[in-house]
């Protein structure tokens, strides 16, 4: 098996997962999920004919995301029989006025995101939780987060803005649209 791409995808109690082989485009080696953070966490993993491979409860209590994804990076190493990751790819719900493309995350872009949370308070913090895990795990491992709000900002500050006095748009106050990456990748689909 070569090195593969782990794509996760946060959200206030589940962490889904894809590892893709990153050499052949778009084939995924496993797909999996931890469902029920909060309340009855349960992993279940996938290989690409849609079999089970992996399948486990845990106990409720103290199990958040940052245990989540500790789990997922030890499942992911057990499925990929010891090879490396090449690098996490994260969706990200709100990249603010300052990102609006993918970027590499380092401690500095991470605090910039954390900063964002009251913006997206039930999702910022949970898609940040697994980035923060893996730069204290493994942080030679490069990271780079994509974001839902990225694919709206190339819209004109026309319609981006609300009828508002301008200072509330310096602030930072604006239509920032959501859902982007589904989007974005629809349009590149659907483009040719």
Do not use: W
């Not at 206030?12 to 953070?37: H, M, N, P, T, W």
């Not at 493309?101 to 910022?124: F, M, N, Y």
């Not at 030679?140 to 694919?151: H, K, L, M, N, R």
């Amino acid at each position: 098996m070569s090195q593969s791409i782990a794509v996760i995808n946060a959200g206030s109690s589940s962490i889904k997962f894809a590892l893709y082989d990153a050499v052949r485009e778009e084939i995924c080696l496993f797909r999996g999920q931890i469902g029920g953070i909060g309340v009855a966490p349960r992993l279940k993993v996938a290989d690409p004919k849609g079999e089970i491979v992996e399948e486990r409860a845990f106990v409720s209590e103290g199990f958040d995301h940052d245990a989540a994804m500790r789990e997922i990076l030890s499942v992911g190493a057990k499925l990929l029989r010891g090879e490396p990751v090449a690098a996490f790819g994260h969706r990200v719900v709100h990249g603010g006025v300052r990102y609006v493309s993918p970027v590499r995350v380092t401690s500095g872009v991470l605090d910039d995101l954390a900063r964002l949370a009251p913006l997206a308070p039930l999702h910022q913090p949970h898609n940040l939780a697994p980035i923060r895990t893996i730069l204290n795990v493994a942080p030679e491992i490069p990271q780079v987060a994509c974001f839902d709000t990225a694919f709206h900002r190339s819209q004109s500050l026309l319609a981006q803005a609300f009828a508002l006095p301008r200072r509330f748009t310096d602030a930072g106050v604006r239509r920032y649209g959501f859902h982007g990456l589904s989007y974005e990748f629809l349009v590149a689909r659907f483009a040719n």
